[in-house]
């Protein structure tokens, strides 16, 4: 098989072949079930050459894990152009990120499922991978903030935990997209805007929800050692107690 496939070719090509080929089946079958025999076949090589250029299974899939990686943060990044608005800016950056995973959902699978749910070392490389992300975003969303406004103080850990949410949905909607027949890229992007925006639009301008003042919770009965009503103190409310709705007459 081998000496019929194995056409004379750049080392490094050949290596980009058999990784395009790692890709489709490690997406496609997950890392246990990926047979090396399989990939090599794809490839059109001899399984000797593969172990010979990436030493065994689990370099092999580092190696994707790496390749892969790289390339969704290079697409996103890309994706993002300079001299737009803050919406704009958000906009772009989503959908080259859909984008780039709707054309490669083996790749995507690779990263986002099958990488981590393998343990370590591999699961280590797509973290790598989602930090430079996050930290990205926590600087589109702290660029905007201080563009936008009146506001330049946005405290750093709520601009970093809104980016972990970003990144956490857009994660989650990619998956959602991708097993989801006739979503596209741009309907993705504008669904995660849609959900996203509107708050962090609000956010932008210095004009941030507020949750409801409330009562601090209580649980169980009160505590032994809590003082007496003295009898100055007169009648406790009824044990029933009517509360019209706000504007009854």
Known sequence: MGAGKTKRMPRAVREQQMLDAAVRI?????YMAASMDEIAELAGVSKPLVYLYLN???DLFTACIRREARALTEAVRAGVRPGLSADGQLWSGLRA??????RNPDAWRVLHLHARTHGEPFAAEVAVMRAE????????IAAAARDAHRDPH???R???GLAEALVGAAEALADWAGATEG???KQAAATLMNFAWAGLGDLMTGRPWSPPEEPEPTSGPEPESGPEPGPESGPGPS????????GAG
Request: no cysteine; glycine share 6%; proline share 8%.
């Open 133 to 140: 992300i996050v930290a990205f975003v926590t600087q589109l």
């Open 154 to 156: 946005l405290p750093e």
């Open 56 to 58: 065994s299974k689990d």
């Open 26 to 30: 490690f997406g496609q079958r997950g």
């Open 158 to 160: 709520e601009v970093a």
């Open 183 to 185: 979503v596209t890229a």
């Open 97 to 102: 990120f859909f984008t780039h995973t709707a």
């Open 239 to 246: 044990p029933v107690t009517r509360v019209d709705p706000v």
